[in-house]
């Protein structure tokens, strides 16, 4: 019966929600029935997110308490973690008691949102912490991309050093058109483009077709039954 019930609730809402897409003309009610499935999916999302944030803390707290290898790591995630909720928690406060001693929270509640996730403290925390390390992980790739390739060509299949001899020069072409695009060298840049449009955009929208026929064919299941994702 525990598991029945939730794939039932699930099935209902699947279909409704898939009917009132493909028969909103025929049932018009449909569209508010999926008005509140959509509602109450943002505030289960939002429970969620704060059930994550606290287990989060809880398992990063005990490596801290406990001095489990990686302590330290856990004790940079819990701080980041607790002075950007505690400056958003501020910044949005503030606005919080200016626009109820304005008496315009209704109109402007927009703006207390706003503070909390745009305040200037936020942003500089973004463009001088957060971008620094994405662009020192980003300078990382080609170095992370010879040694993938030279793994690959230690292999011992004729496939997989095929692959590897196309993965190097790929690689190879796609760095030497990035220098191109800065000395001028048009021939580079062109080859760069090319493999970039045509031979990755073909990957790329392969891996996209992949993954949307993957949740299709998840949903269809979870719809007929056949999947129960609330089960142990």
Do not use: C
Not at 96 to 104: I, N
Not at 198 to 204: C, D, E, Q, R
Request: net charge positive; glycine share 10%; no cysteine.
């Amino acid at each position: 019966m525990k598991r029945s019930i939730p794939m039932i609730l699930t099935m209902i809402v699947g279909v409704l929600t898939l009917l009132s897409y493909l028969l909103l003309g025929v049932f018009p009610w449909l569209s508010f029935v999926r008005s509140v499935f959509v509602q109450l999916a943002i505030i289960v999302a939002a429970v969620a997110m704060i059930l994550g944030g606290v287990n989060v803390l809880s398992v990063h707290l005990t490596q801290v308490f406990r001095r489990r290898p990686g302590g330290f790591y856990s004790f940079v995630l819990v701080a980041s973690f607790i002075a950007v909720l505690v400056v958003s928690a501020i910044a949005g406060g503030a606005e919080l008691t200016r626009q109820l001693a304005a008496g315009k929270l209704i109109q402007e509640g927009n703006r207390v949102v706003q503070e909390g996730v745009a305040n200037p403290v936020l942003i500089g925390l973004y463009e001088y912490v957060l971008i620094p390390i994405q662009s020192s992980l980003a300078a990382l790739l080609p170095f992370l991309l010879a040694f993938a390739a030279y793994r690959t060509l230690r292999m011992r299949t004729a496939f997989g050093k095929v692959g590897a001899v196309v993965f190097l020069l790929s690689a190879i072409l796609v760095l030497l058109g990035q220098a191109a695009m800065v000395f001028n060298w048009p021939v580079l840049g062109g080859l760069r483009e090319w493999i970039l449009r045509v031979w990755g955009m073909a990957g790329m929208r392969g891996i996209l077709l992949g993954v949307a026929l993957g949740i299709t064919a998840t949903a269809l299941r979870v719809l007929i039954g056949a999947e129960r994702p609330t089960s142990d």
